[in-house]
């Protein structure tokens, strides 16, 4: 077997989670405008949420998934409301209070599960194929289908149904949308609830796939915040191809250099991307 | 009125000056005051470059830029720090240079988040060149700030924490004048029309890039400083301990609670806040102290964006 197989498989694994972590972050930050900061946070609130049903609950697994989703469901539907209500410049005044958010949320949870590094250790079986010398976690193969699957699904939501017209009018153009009769507020809230749900899908996998502690939230943020820039406001399908280059990238420059230049990867290509597109996304100019 | 009213500033500096020598005993008190005017200094520099419009999430990069680069000098070649605090600083206002190109096209949302990402640059690199920095480790062991002769009294400001204080209040001093002349200056209003409408203030001849990077590199070496003097005040520095994320936003809290378009407003947010999380809340939770810098931001961005400065009584004239 060709050396390189293992690190492209395990970077796909790894860029089809990080796909997963960023698509709640794009559909909030490219619906109602909000750089949700804390959004590293929230999926660690869900992974601890995961973590503690199942060391205490002995919660299988599968459970998790749409316990932690519908939890943070819970929580970022109140965040809409208050949001909303903030005054201008929205933009980077909602910079500024996820930001708090991201902070406060940080400290409940050292406060609560101190900073000890914790991780869900699960026996996933190796997956063979057959014909081939090369074998896989299933948990990397889950993530894969998993990430394929929920893109899909974003994907058809946006495209196939009256909704997701009436989201992708408000991701082009809020006043037009308006115009047009669409309460984009309304889509804001939609907006919420399906970032929501994805962050808490998120958490679990978090959990299984790299360490919980308080502080680990930046990095997801920063992943999320790459990957949604890289692929540019409601371009869910550019998502994934963003989550599996970052993935790929990193495998790469963990194998080539070590582990402890990975964080500085997301960082380098961010401040790449926005280099070479100063305006962060292909769209209007906002402050 | 010709005269500015400076009286309620003046008995702010008067009781900062007068309450150590009522109370000399008080040692952690004047610990944490001393450590209160050390961040109200890097507020009162992140608060240069927010005149401009800007917010930073990185000035933590020029904090641990100061305070490692001051470390090094001090660790390799054995210079005093009175030598190694000012020129490490320098290295900070290096890496603005580069800031300053790399992010001149960047505004608002966009330039907080390359900042962002900014510090994790020299944090990595500071963390993994093992031989030169001794990576994670950090460098221990250096030179306390040295004792000083005035007028035949000696002082020894790297353990009387007295000395100390004293030494970390001229310098936050210093920088409120800094920030004073910012503010009320021809150039203040240069960085204000700037921030206000960029396209108007380049209309009006103001090069917006120039006048904006200058208030970077000022800015910049006054972290640095700021960086570089905490670092031999505790006499060891850490990557994660002066690249800490949370460096760069506790200057965001103090300026926004306080208020980022008065002069005092950086100073009264760090007074206020730094004191009660060390002092009040620290004791009763050891572990979730820093949720009172979250909860703080938000309710001040949803309840007085001013800053509570804009409550105090203004002198006329003041922006």
Redesign the interface.
């Known amino acids: 077997m060709w050396v390189g197989t293992p690190i492209i498989f395990s970077g796909l694994a790894l860029g089809s989670f990080y796909a997963l972590m960023a698509l709640g972050f794009s559909l909030i930050l490219s619906v109602a405008r909000v ?1 949700n900061l804390a959004h590293g946070e929230m999926i660690l609130l869900s992974g601890y949420l995961a973590f503690v049903l199942w060391q205490f609950f002995q919660a299988p697994f599968f459970w998790l998934l749409p316990i932690c989703s519908l939890a943070l469901l819970a929580l970022t539907l109140p965040l809409h409301y208050l949001l909303r ?3 201008e ?1 929205y ?3 909602s ?3 996820t ?10 949870l ?3 599960f ?1 900073a000890d590094y914790r991780l869900m250790r699960l026996d996933w079986p190796a997956v063979a194929i057959p014909g081939l010398d090369f074998s896989f976690l299933s948990f990397q193969g889950l993530l894969i289908i998993l990430a394929l699957a929920v893109t899909a699904g974003v994907h058809l939501v946006l495209q196939r149904t009256f909704l997701g017209k009436a989201l992708r009018a408000t991701i082009q153009d809020r006043e037009a949308a308006q115009v047009a009769g669409i309460n984009v507020n309304q889509m804001g809230l939609v907006a919420f609830g399906l970032g929501g749900l994805l962050i808490g899908l998120a958490g679990p996998l978090f959990a299984q796939n790299m360490y919980l502690y308080p502080a680990a939230g ?1 990095e997801a943020t ?1 992943i999320a ?1 790459v990957v949604t ?1 890289f692929a540019g406001l409601g371009r869910t399908r550019n998502i994934l191809l963003g989550g599996w280059l970052l993935g790929l990238t990193q495998s790469v420059a963990v194998f080539t250099m070590g582990s ?2 990975r ?2 990867v ?3 290509l ?2 790449l991307l ?2 070479f597109r ?3 996304l292909s769209l209007k ?3 | 009125m010709r005269f500015p009213k400076p009286l309620p500033a003046a008995a702010g500096v008067l009781l900062l000056v007068l309450w150590p020598l009522i109370f000399p005993d008080a040692a952690h008190i004047q610990q944490v005051l001393g450590i209160t005017c050390l961040y109200a200094t890097l507020a009162l520099a992140w608060n240069l470059y927010a005149l401009t419009g800007a ?1 930073s ?1 990185g000035h933590a990069a020029f904090f641990g830029l100061g305070a490692y680069a001051s470390a090094l000098l001090n660790h390799y070649y054995h210079w005093s720090p009175l030598l190694t605090i000012p020129l490490g600083a320098l290295a900070a206002v290096v890496f603005a240079v580069f800031w300053a190109m ?2 001149r ?6 330039l ?3 900042s ?6 020299p944090k ?1 690199i500071v ?2 060149w093992d031989r030169f920095t001794y990576g994670s480790m950090g460098i221990m062991g250096l030179d306390r700030l040295p004792s000083a002769t005035l007028g035949g009294l000696q002082v020894d400001l790297g353990m009387d924490l007295q000395a100390q204080y004293y030494l970390l209040l001229g310098i936050m001093l210093l920088a409120v004048l800094l920030n004073l002349k910012s503010i009320r200056s021809r150039w203040g209003w240069t960085l204000r029309a700037i921030r206000e409408n960029e396209t108007a203030a380049a209309a009006l001849g103001i090069a917006s890039n120039r006048e904006r990077a200058k208030a970077l590199l000022l800015s910049s070496y006054l972290a640095g400083l700021a960086g570089a003097l905490y670092a031999h005040i505790l006499g060891l520095v850490e990557p994660g301990l002066v690249f800490n ?1 949370h460096l760069s ?1 506790l200057p ?1 809290v103090f300026c ?1 609670f306080g208020g980022s378009t008065k002069v005092w407003g950086p100073v009264l947010g760090a007074f206020i806040l730094y004191p009660l999380e060390q002092l009040c809340l620290l004791p009763l ?1 050891p ?5 009172v ?6 309710l001040t ?2 309840f007085f ?1 001013q800053g509570i400065a804009a409550w105090l009584p203004r002198a006329p004239k003041s922006a």
């Open positions: 750089f209500r903030l005054p410049p933009g980077l005044n910079l500024m209070v930001l708090g958010l991201a902070l406060l949320l940080q400290s409940l050292l406060a609560w101190s930046t920063m915040i820039i402890k230049w964080e500085l997301s960082a380098a961010l401040l926005l280099y100063p305006e962060g100019k906002e402050r | 917010i999430l790399g992010f096209r960047l505004r608002g949302v966009y907080g988040l390359a962002l990402a900014a510090l994790e640059i990595t963390d993994n994320l936003v965001l926004i939770f572990m979730g102290h820093s949720a810098y979250g909860l703080v931001i938000i961005i949803f964006p």
